[in-house]
């Protein structure tokens, strides 16, 4: 009785986790999440350690088989995982902070200062190339943790953010139902919450998910010119190493094709969710 | 075919079909066009009348034709190639579309639009030609120098009247006017209706099918008028005979229910018709009307077929007879 | 018939409502220009314009969803602007309430259709208990049938019946003023006169005033008692709604009349129609009347004559 209400109220949950695009991209996800946490506790090696002999392919000592130089590839890729996964949400994250505030001042805001002051400030932003930026910055910093890189990539990711936000600020703005809530003499916080919020609710969380996969494209991108974090591992270094030790030339498909690989299943398990979501907040999709 | 019958549509059924079955938004229509006249189609929303004006000019999946004839100028369009109906576009059969106001693309000029549309039609967009589109602009009261404006910077009814040359640039035999004055404010409305007889007058159309919800502009402009309703057609007669003196439930229901000037509700108290129009998704057999109908009866459960009252006034009902004629306005 | 020695129940005097835009190339335009008039109780007033003559601004700042950039609304002969605090608000709107155009975007479509009567119980009557009954009866006041609407979403029902639902929300409370912005412009002709004919009902019931919006003419002579007609942000003509129709002064609200379709008549096929002729009539009207400002024409109905 108690489980069927539960659903009855929190239904847009109970759409969320029966739709089959959701459960695929998440189910796909996690198994990624779970290598990058219980891979490098499972494995017996050390990314840098030389485990073996060079040029082996998969085998059940190196499950992804050796680097040229005999590091195993399997540790190289789960502990790269980690530095990879945790810059992405990392800057994931600051970058759709700063696009939700400057997004949102700016909408509700539109024609004032605020807003022409904001969005002069996010053109200029967008206007500058990015990866030139990226790398520039990089290049002069001589010490390069996880939190900087971290940073570097948001620091050219919200602008794309705020002006989505915006839009959809905008566009919330003119719908009679604020009004209406308005004329109710509702307490503003409830307008917020019920009207705006929950109406950018979706909208926000599948920004999130999109700011989060190109976030991980553009570090890998960063780390695969050699431009990651200084110490340590990454995914993109994994890659890196194998371009430039012409791997797939000379037969070592195991090297780059399965880092890329999981690479590739990340960003599109995450696109999958995104797609399934926007069902879920859709009611009308629902019916069709 | 009688000679002066330039479109003749025979039970022609177009439906939408979508996942879930059969959309019959146009189910069984037959009607003739006239050389020289100006055919009203009016119903309300989702009777149908804009479903119809696509089915001829501009079908797009799901928008499909199932069965039945269009014979326009002696060949039936539904069975044309789209290749070769497109060549017959805009110079015999145009269709001025629904919100036209947002057909001109805002990075174009006015004369670019012209030019390229015309050009897409395979003749030369020469001197001859624009010398022709500056007499219809003047025609229409615009200034010519607005074919070097951009959209942006024309009003609402401005806009419109570019449409209308653009659509009538060619003389077509047939325009098909789609809502036009519905987006437009009163006065534009007026003008735009007006517009489109002087074009037929002058012979630069030859007969026009005018849709639109607004039955009092119908009034002003149409020489007959057609009633659609869920996708059937329920009476066609005289813009004068249908108006005062309608025989189907829903006409009479339809024209009592509109305002008319010098008329207050402490005088006269106005009714509408109660209900909703019916889903037509994989709607059965029956009038489409008899949920809401006074006068319904048994035989209502079988599609009603259409009688001639005279020879110019034809209506699909069963009762029509036991009703009889309500002289309204 | 309009009792005139009663309070006006709403007072609109000079308003005026200039919007900006812009911050480093400033524009400005001017929506409303000093317009007055008087609203009595148990009356509907048709405020009759075209797109751009600042009819929904009016309403809009009466509701107090914009604020005036001048002159003054008083609400039994109380200055609205003065209202602080939400004791004060909220008592200001349980006796004036809107209805909007377009009935889907009046709805959060996220939630169901109960939720507009929610927040109407959850502000102004918390002590209610029977609050299912309660909505009920009014939705059976609107011809609405509980069963089928009730806990459904916005985007499963039509727009008809989104329209009385709104009105069946305003009706919880004891409203005095209701704002009625083109509520039937998106409704089908069949369904718009159910539902005028139910708002003049409920006025005669229980003493509410209409501001009725529209852009329908014949709508405003059929519903209203007295009519106004906007022009480009002023109130060009008003009065008693058939001397208004059978007397009209000013030329924009002359023009509008001879541009109503009729079934009753049909237009003059040599009459040459052009709208631009129309704006040349106007100002060499309020040229040829320069300095009179508003003329009384008779004891309701009064006309702009020129603009200075």
């Keep these: 009785m108690a489980g069927k209400d539960f659903w009855k109220r929190h239904e847009n949950l109970y759409f969320a986790v029966s739709n089959k695009k959701v459960i695929l991209g998440v189910t796909v ?20 350690e030389f485990a073996g002999r060079g040029y082996q392919p998969p085998s059940k000592e190196h499950w992804f088989g050796t ?76 010490y390069r ?67 989060f996969n190109g976030t991980i494209l553009s570090s890998v991108g960063l780390e695969f010119l050699g431009l990651g974090p200084t110490r340590g591992i990454s995914l993109g270094l994994v890659l890196q190493n194998a371009v430039n030790w012409n791997a797939l030339h000379l037969g070592m498909w195991w090297w780059t094709i399965i880092p890329g690989l999981i690479l590739t299943l990340m960003i599109v398990s995450l696109y999958f969710i995104n797609t399934g979501l926007d069902e879920v907040f859709n009611p009308r999709l629902r019916e069709m | 075919m009688a000679a002066d019958v330039i479109l003749d549509v025979q039970e022609l059924r177009a439906y939408y079909r979508i996942l879930k079955g059969d959309v019959k938004a146009v189910d069984g229509v037959t009607f003739q066009v006239r050389r020289g006249e100006i055919l009203g189609i009016a119903g309300e929303s989702g009777c149908g009348k804009s479903t119809l004006a696509h089915t001829l000019m501009l079908r797009k999946p799901p928008l499909t034709h199932i069965s039945g004839k269009a014979v326009f100028l002696g060949q039936d369009i539904m069975a044309m190639g789209k290749e070769t109906f497109r060549k017959r576009r805009l110079q015999d059969i145009s269709i001025i579309p629904q919100y036209a106001l947002d057909a001109l693309s805002p990075t174009k000029t006015i004369g670019t639009f012209f030019a390229d549309l015309v050009r897409e039609h395979g003749l030369p967009a020469d001197s001859a030609f624009f010398e022709r589109v500056r007499e219809r602009l003047r025609f229409v009261n615009l200034d010519p120098e607005v074919l070097d404006k951009y959209p942006i910077e024309l009003s609402g009814g401005m806009k419109q009247r570019v449409i209308m040359v653009i659509s009538t640039i060619l003389n077509p035999a047939l325009v098909i006017a789609d809502e036009i004055t519905s987006a437009l404010d009163v006065s534009s409305q007026r003008f735009a209706a007006s517009l489109l007889v002087e074009l037929r007058d002058k012979g630069i159309i030859g007969s026009a099918i005018f849709i639109t919800h607004d039955l009092a502009i119908l009034y002003q402009i149409a020489d007959r008028l057609l009633i659609m309703y869920g996708g059937h057609v329920v009476e066609t007669g005289p813009v004068e005979t249908i108006v005062h003196g309608p025989r189907h439930p829903y006409t009479q229901a339809l024209l009592s229910s509109l305002p008319k000037v010098g008329v207050q509700i402490k005088d006269q108290r106005l009714e509408g018709i109660k209900g909703t129009p019916p889903e037509l998704l994989n709607i059965g057999p029956g009038c489409r009307f008899r949920a809401r109908c006074p006068y319904r009866t048994q035989r209502c459960e079988e599609t009603p077929a259409t009688e001639n009252i005279s020879p110019e006034h034809s209506i699909a009902c069963w009762n029509y007879r036991d009703i009889g004629g309500e002289q309204v306005g | 018939m309009v009792d005139r020695k009663q309070e006006p129940i709403l007072r609109v005097e000079n308003l005026t409502k200039v919007f900006s835009s812009g911050v480093f190339f400033r524009q400005f335009t001017e929506a409303v220009r000093e317009v007055s008039f008087e609203m009595y109780p148990g009356t509907i007033m048709s405020l009759i314009g075209e797109s751009g003559s600042g009819k929904t601004t009016i309403g809009r700042m009466v509701l107090k969803l914009l604020r005036p950039t001048a002159g003054k609304i008083y609400f039994q002969e109380q200055d609205i602007a003065t209202l602080r605090g939400k004791a004060e608000l909220r008592e200001y709107y349980r006796r004036v309430q809107g209805v909007f155009q377009d009935p889907f975007s009046s709805f959060n479509p996220l939630f ?197």
């Design chain 1, 67 to 142: 680097t040229i130089m005999g590091r195993d590839v399997f540790t190289q890729v789960v502990f790269g995982l980690r530095s990879t996964l945790l810059v992405g949400f990392l800057a994931g994250t600051i970058a759709s902070a700063i696009g939700l505030v400057v997004g949102f001042v700016s909408g509700f805001f539109s024609g004032k200062a605020p807003d022409e002051g904001l969005m002069a400030l996010t053109n200029i932003f967008m206007v500058i190339p990015s990866l030139t930026l990226l790398i520039i910055l990089s290049a002069y910093l001589p």
């Design chain 1, 29 to 48: 996800f996690l198994a990624i999440v779970a290598l990058a946490i219980f891979g490098p506790m499972v494995t017996p090696y050390d990314y840098e």
């Design chain 3, 112 to 308: 169901r259709v109960d939720r507009v009567f929610d927040m109407v119980y959850d502000v102004f009557l918390p002590d209610v208990k029977d609050r299912e009954e309660r909505t009920r009866e009014v939705l059976r006041k609107v011809n609405l049938n509980p069963e089928r609407v009730l806990h459904q979403f916005p985007h499963q029902l039509s727009g008809g019946q989104l329209q009385r639902l709104l009105i069946a929300r305003a009706l919880l409370l004891d409203v005095k003023v209701l704002i009625a912005d083109e509520l039937i412009s998106m409704l089908d002709a069949s369904t718009r006169m159910g539902i005028l004919n139910l708002l003049a009902d409920i006025c005669q019931s229980t003493g509410m005033s209409v501001l009725f919006i529209t852009h329908d003419l014949a709508l405003g002579y059929y519903i209203s008692d007295y009519t106004m007609i906007m022009h480009r942000g002023r109130l060009v003509e008003q009065g008693a709604t058939a001397e208004v129709y059978h007397n009209p002064i000013h030329p924009y609200t002359r023009m509008l009349f001879r541009s109503v379709p009729d079934i009753g008549h049909r237009w003059d096929p040599k009459e040459k129609f052009v709208p631009e002729q129309v704006s040349r009539e106007i100002a060499e009207f309020y040229a040829s009347n320069s300095g009179r400002g508003f003329a009384q024409v008779s004891s309701s109905h009064k006309v702009l004559m020129s603009l200075d």
């Design chain 1, 145 to 211: 943790g996880i939190a900087t890189q971290a940073i570097i990539v948001a620091a050219t990711a919200w602008p794309w953010t705020a002006r989505a936000v915006r839009s959809q600020t905008l566009s919330l703005k003119s719908q009679e139902f604020v009004n209406l809530s308005r004329i109710s003499a509702a307490p503003t916080f409830r307008i917020i919450r019920e009207d705006i919020a929950a109406n950018m609710f979706s909208y926000v969380f599948m920004v999130y998910i999109l700011q």
